[in-house]
């Protein structure tokens, strides 16, 4: 049997990434900043938050905690007291959660531990995917999407098929992803549970799809699919790198951040269009809650242009300044200097005006 499949995309992290190296231009803001992202991970820098995270056992996400800056460094002591200690798995989450409070609210120490605490999960047991008989035969493409926890245990559970439900072989990859074991998620080694998204993808053995069919199985996804975020993130991303000006790439994005209010890619992108046209407060709610854990110079230079619009100068400096300093050397030399000439263009706007003295009558 001849097929080939890739599949296991975690929502906090990205769907089927190959473009992990260095971007060429031109390229938009989009695409950029899921390079970076790409470039950051293969490089083993610490994980910016830009991806979904929906970590512990809710029904629905709690709401941010948000702390006062005087606040955080008791918050963070004691919750890092609470996981070096044998919390139980809730205890373990709200102790994570209060991290990620004082990272946000300006503690950098909070940000480093948060980037560190925080492990995938692994497969010990992987999910023994089948290429449908009927799709081979007929040699062809197809798409499941599966959204599923990893328990604290590692047991693979609560799974719904969110794409390709009606595809022949669904009910029989489900029950492989449902019997794969996996090394839990952990928070500074105490294991929680975790959403995972199993994305499948079956492609006939040496067949590639070119750029054009690629966009429109993407664009295929979303028309069968309106609820899948998996399939309008990756519709979004397909635009972000292949097609910008297609005018439904704006609607992409806005969906994504929609369907995935934590995933940072979307919330920095539609952000980055609200900047684009003066709608700085709105692009500022947006990008903020992922500026504090992001390591990403594109989401910094979003916030500083945000910030730079509702004319909070010293802040805007701040993160364009960090946005410049996280460009790696092997990053395009136009990005690197397009950063410094924005960081320029703040400093000579927001410099105080000098005082002009009047001039003394010689007589």
Same mark, same amino acid.
């Given at each position: 049997? #001849? ?17 992990? +190296? ?13 390079a ?8 083993g ?17 709690? !709401?941010?905690?948000?702390?006062? !800056? ?10 890092? #007291?609470?996981?070096r ?52 035969r007929?040699g ?6 599966? &959204? ?6 590692g ?8 794409e390709?439900?009606?595809? !022949? ?11 794969? #074991?996996? #090394?839990?998620?952990?928070?500074? +080694?105490? *294991? ?13 053995q ?10 429109e ?6 028309? &069968? ?25 704006l ?13 940072g ?12 046209s ?27 242009a ?27 030399? *136009?990005?690197r ?7 320029q ?16 009558? *010689?007589?």
């Amino acid at each position: 049997m #001849r097929w080939s499949w890739l599949f296991l995309s975690l929502l906090l992290g990205f769907t089927g990434c190959a473009h992990s +190296g260095v971007p060429t231009l031109p390229a938009s803001h989009g695409h950029l900043m899921f390079a970076m992202e790409a470039f950051q991970s293969k490089k083993g820098l610490p994980a910016s938050g830009m991806w979904d995270v929906a970590i512990g056992g809710e029904e629905a996400p709690r !709401p941010p905690l948000e702390l006062e !800056p005087a606040q955080a460094p008791l918050v963070f002591e004691e919750a890092v #007291r609470t996981l070096r200690g044998t919390p139980g798995e809730d205890a373990a989450l709200s102790a994570f959660r209060n991290i990620v409070a004082a990272c946000d609210a300006g503690l950098a120490e909070a940000c480093g531990f948060a980037s560190k605490a925080f492990t995938r999960p692994e497969p010990v047991s992987p999910a023994a995917l089948t290429y449908p008989e009927a799709l081979l035969r007929e040699g062809a493409f197809a798409f499941m999407v599966f &959204q599923c926890r990893i328990g604290a245990d590692g047991q693979v559970r609560d799974c719904k098929v969110v794409e390709g439900a009606r595809l !022949p072989g669904v009910e029989q990859n489900l029950a492989a992803i449902q019997a794969a #074991r996996y #090394r839990p998620v952990t928070l500074s +080694g105490h *294991p929680v549970s975790v959403d995972y998204t199993f994305n499948v993808r079956f492609v006939p053995q040496g067949i590639t799809l070119n750029r054009h069919q690629e966009l429109e199985w993407a664009r295929l996804r979303v028309r &069968q699919n309106p609820e899948s975020r998996s399939a309008w993130l990756n519709l979004a991303l397909e635009l972000a790198k292949h097609a910008p000006e297609d005018p439904l790439y704006l609607q992409a994005v806005a969906r994504t951040h929609f369907l995935s209010p934590r995933s940072g890619w979307a919330a920095s992108e539609a952000a980055w269009q609200l900047v684009q046209s003066g709608q700085y407060a709105p692009a500022l709610g947006a990008v903020r809650p992922f500026v504090r854990r992001s390591n990403n110079p594109y989401v910094l230079e979003t916030a500083a242009a945000a910030r730079f619009g509702l004319k909070q100068c010293t802040a805007a400096l701040a993160e364009q300044q960090k946005a410049v300093e996280l460009l790696p050397a092997e990053w395009p030399a *136009p990005e690197r200097e397009r950063f410094q000439r924005k960081l320029q263009d703040y400093q000579s706007a927001c410099a105080p005006p000098k005082s002009v003295s009047a001039a003394t009558d *010689p007589r």
